[in-house]
């Protein structure tokens, strides 16, 4: 496919630069008008501009990170140590989200909604524009690759913005928009959440059948695959997330197709071969200083860090001096506002390759990460979508849910990471998922979706206020943006998610 970065329909500018209109534009589904393609060659241009917006750091960035960050696992900084917190997801750690786009620090719900609204458009747009056309080279992939966007987005969107499908399948969901912007597809109401699954599963099964199985920058089949599995586990489809977990990872379960211990502690920075999807953060297709692994990473290593690994404050210091740079390996800087407890830290064994929290300055504000690193300067990297560690930890799940045991599955995998074979049990396949997938943005959708607490009391370096929440809280989904509460002429203040509500 001929890659052309679609600039004009994305916002390059930092966060702190743009202005309000920037950050919540009206309506929040336009790209622009409505667009006519004549050729795979010019709706390829768009396409681009559609996955631009999947991995647009006001979407991807906020997202994932405040997925971990509402968890009891990752903490902010608080801003007392050294380390000015930015006001970035600190609103998500805190539980303080509002729908309100002003002041930005608040509403991160407006940017995230606006962002994968404009990536729908540009799929819907492609396909109302293509579908009938002319048959030629690459158009069957194209159709597939803004099916899958689509589909992607809305299982995103869904699980963001609504309860888990576990928890009331009937419950309101987002608004499905199947038509390019225009005065019908502008007012529409919440389709259900069971609704927005079956189109999600409908366009990402498209996508499975219809993107050609290259690049994994783009769609694929397998990436397809996993997002399907994914979105059936959340609806406790045992059989359909097996299947398809086991169709992602090309039906191999014996560690094989697994990264290498070495990879691992790589950084993650650069796709390998498990990784089945993932969006590159450069300077040209996104503010990288905004990327996702500038808010995770430090360094690797403080030389001055003691065999408990503290290490000492004043070494940040050399972070920005030229001749002292050889005190840190890798001094990259970034925004560096997430941590780590130390209970999840020691959670992991010595040999187990995942263990990568090289060092803390201060233990009430946690540990740094070096699993996400940066190639040339701070968040020009890429990160992964897809990755077949997940398919192994959905194909255990589902093992241990229909026969009672996903011992065999879930033992590959921990022996592909240098960690001892536990038991199959949900337990241990549930702590699996958070020492294998912490910082890609699931723990949050797990508490949703296996109606767990958010219990915050063991770990001292957690100071906000929410320290616990019950199973199934409303305070875990997002609210609906005031933009579209405003212009939606559909919705009316009941449509609001439960803990917004205006009394």
């Not at 052309?4 to 534009?25: D, H, M, R």
Request: aromatic share 14%; with cysteine.
């Amino acid at each position: 496919m001929k890659k052309i970065v679609y600039i004009a329909s994305i916002a390059l500018l930092g966060l702190f630069s743009c202005s309000k209109e920037t950050l919540s534009p009206v309506p929040s589904n336009a790209v622009s008008d409505v667009q006519i393609f004549t050729s795979v060659e010019a709706a390829s241009t768009a396409l681009n501009s559609g996955m631009a917006y999947i991995g647009h750091y006001q979407s991807l960035t906020l997202g994932t990170i405040m997925a971990e960050v509402m968890g009891e696992d990752a903490a902010m900084t608080s801003g007392s140590y050294g380390f000015p917190t930015y006001n970035w997801n600190l609103y998500s750690y805190t539980y303080s989200q509002v729908p309100e786009s002003d002041p930005w620090w608040f509403g991160y719900s407006n940017y995230i909604w606006a962002a994968d609204y404009k990536a729908v458009d540009v799929a819907n747009n492609i396909i109302a524009s293509m579908t009938d056309a002319e048959e030629e080279t690459g158009k069957e992939n194209l159709l597939g690759q803004a099916h899958a966007i689509r589909g992607y987005v809305y299982l995103r969107l869904v699980r963001l913005f609504a309860s888990a499908y576990s928890t009331n399948p009937d419950a309101p969901g987002v608004v499905l928009r199947l038509e390019p912007a225009n005065a019908a597809s502008d007012h529409l109401g919440r389709a259900s959440v069971k609704e927005v699954y079956k189109q999600a599963l409908e366009d990402l099964d498209y996508g499975r059948q219809h993107c050609d199985a290259g690049s994994t920058d783009f769609f694929t089949p397998q990436s397809c695959a996993l997002f399907m599995a994914r979105a059936y586990l959340e609806m406790q489809d045992w059989t359909n997330a097996g299947k398809y977990a086991a169709e992602a990872a090309g039906n191999v379960f014996d560690g094989s197709n697994l990264m290498s211990k070495a990879e691992w502690q790589s950084g993650f920075k650069d796709h390998n071969a498990e990784w089945l999807m993932y969006f590159n953060f450069t300077p040209t297709t996104s503010n990288y200083y905004a990327s996702i692994p500038s808010f995770y990473y430090l360094a690797n290593e403080a030389y001055s860090a003691d065999e408990n690994g503290k290490a000492n404050i004043d070494d940040t210091a050399y972070l920005d001096s030229a001749e002292e740079s050889d005190y840190f390996d890798d001094p990259l800087y970034g925004y560096s506002t997430v941590r780590w407890t130390k209970r999840f830290r020691d959670s992991f064994e010595d040999g187990d390759c995942r263990k990568m929290f090289p060092f803390y300055y201060f233990e009430e504000d946690g540990w740094f990460t070096s699993k996400f690193s940066h190639r040339n300067v701070v968040g020009d990297a890429e990160f992964p979508l897809a990755r077949i560690a997940e398919a192994y930890l959905i194909k255990a799940e589902c093992d241990a849910q229909n026969n009672g045991n996903g011992k065999a599955v879930l033992n590959a995998l921990q022996t592909a990471r240098g960690a001892s074979a536990t038991d199959g049990s949900l337990a241990s396949i549930y702590q699996e998922r958070r020492k294998e997938l912490y910082g890609e943005g699931f723990r949050l959708h797990d508490i949703k979706r296996l109606h767990q607490a958010l219990d915050r009391t063991a770990d001292p370096e957690h100071w906000a206020t929410v320290k616990t929440l019950p199973a199934d809280s409303p305070r875990f989904m997002l609210p609906i943006p005031e933009v579209e509460m405003l212009y939606n002429k559909a919705l009316t203040g009941a449509d609001q998610n439960d803990y917004w509500k205006k009394q």
